[in-house]
């Protein structure tokens, strides 16, 4: 028989109703709650309150709003809080319930004010943590990156801040009043100046018109991520027109502060290939597998048809260079900014020389430069064009687009909030949700590691071949022939080698033990005279 629907009427009363029943068993949320203590905002943020007053909203409370907000891609904050009655499993995920308060939408950037971006920092380093702890970062090698945010703010807030000066209306005290809001909540050992302070957004003063084929107000985001399960473990936001190459250093050390590892390999794409970069890794020990913008260089030589500087050789002891019409060019002036000195020939010597067509086109003739540390930064990039670091460069550009391509579900092409300080929360609340992806996937659907695959395979393939020797030695064993003792002799050697090959690569250090009837493992007091013997 057909059921028919009643006309709706909601019940007066409802008993018995257990949220966390509503909720499924795999819902995400559910997995965030298990795995995730935001208890720790408690302490974080306690000097921030007085104690008379208002009772706020508790901070796990407001970071778990800020953790959805993001984690669903809400677009404000206004409809965070409307959606909030009609969602049980954010209800239950906050620990409300179904009568529950709502708190307004205003508490949210209250709290941004009040906490700063330490707590959020903080949030970030605590999800690194608890990833090396699960064994998610391996820590030696790390990928590093940036990407464009598009700022929320209109390129037609833009303002020539020369003409500005002269102006002196109303909107300048306003931008004014700006600028130093900005001062109060930004770390300053955290600023990178922005390469052009004269136009400003009077929207986003810290937002900086970058031009990738359309000017836009933009930030950038610098990422570090390691290699074993792609957890961010640095992160920085800084103006849009930073040059990224800057923060290489800065990512490898918040890198070695947020997973304890200090990291042996770093890879990157060639913007991050300056001399500053490859010198500074040497000092660390670290391999930089990062491609040379000297190629760069040597690519502009090749198009100008003159000598590259591979065909001037280099004289260590007289600290000289011989070029190619056999002449000495000596050191001649010291760049101190630059660290180089540079060699050159005399005039008179270049002007008369019959290859001077193929090496300059300069009428002074031509000058070689040399980095005060040029050994160090000739085996830097020896290093760095090895077939090893070439595979990892490969690696970098799948890798690092990935991570940058899942943000995109977080809202990450776009800055939520206005100023620099707001988009280094937006960052940091984006990575820690990704990591906690990770950490979601890995931990809770643990899965069989490589390395566990690699060895078990290696385990199987030891035992099929002992097996096989054993039946072979049985069949012939029982067969009589003539040649027995010689055949026989061979290959209780060849079970014996391998007997204890198994025994070493596997008993004690590995998670699989071959099992001692299957591999004969129990006579290891037996040794090789005995099997001679035999
Ligand atoms: S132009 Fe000057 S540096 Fe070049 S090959 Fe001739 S002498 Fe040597």
New binding site residues.
Partial sequence: MMGMQQSPQSSLFYIGINIDKRVRCNHPLRRVKQLIDFDFAYNEVKERYGTNGNVSVPPPVILKLMLLLIFYNVRSERELMDTLPERIDWLWFLGYDLDSEIPNHSVLSKARKKWGIEIFQSFFERIVLQCVEACLVDGRKIFIDSSLVDANASNNSVIDIRNLKHQLRKNYKKLEDRLEDKSESTNPSLTYEKKNNRYISSTDPDAAIVNRGKPKLSYQVHRAVDERSEIITATEATAGDINEAHLMIPLIEQHKMTTGATANTVVADSKYGTIENFLSCHDRGIHAHIPDLREAAVKRTAKLNI?SEDH?LYDTERDVYH?????V?KPKSLHVSRQSRDY??RKK??AV????E???QNKT??TIKRHLRQEELDKMRETSRSSKAKRDIKTRQHLMERSFAKSTRYGFDEARWRGLWRMRIQEYLTCAIQNIQVMINHVLKPKKSAVAVAIAIKASTGRILFVLIEAISGVFGRQHYHYESFFLKSLMHIKFKLKTQLQKTYLGNSPWRPDPEFTGLRQTSINEEEWDKA
Avoid: D, E, K, Y
């Fill in positions: 000598f001037f070029c190619p019409a056999g002449n060019l050159a020939a010597v270049c020389c019959q290859l001077r193929q090496c300059t003739g031509r």
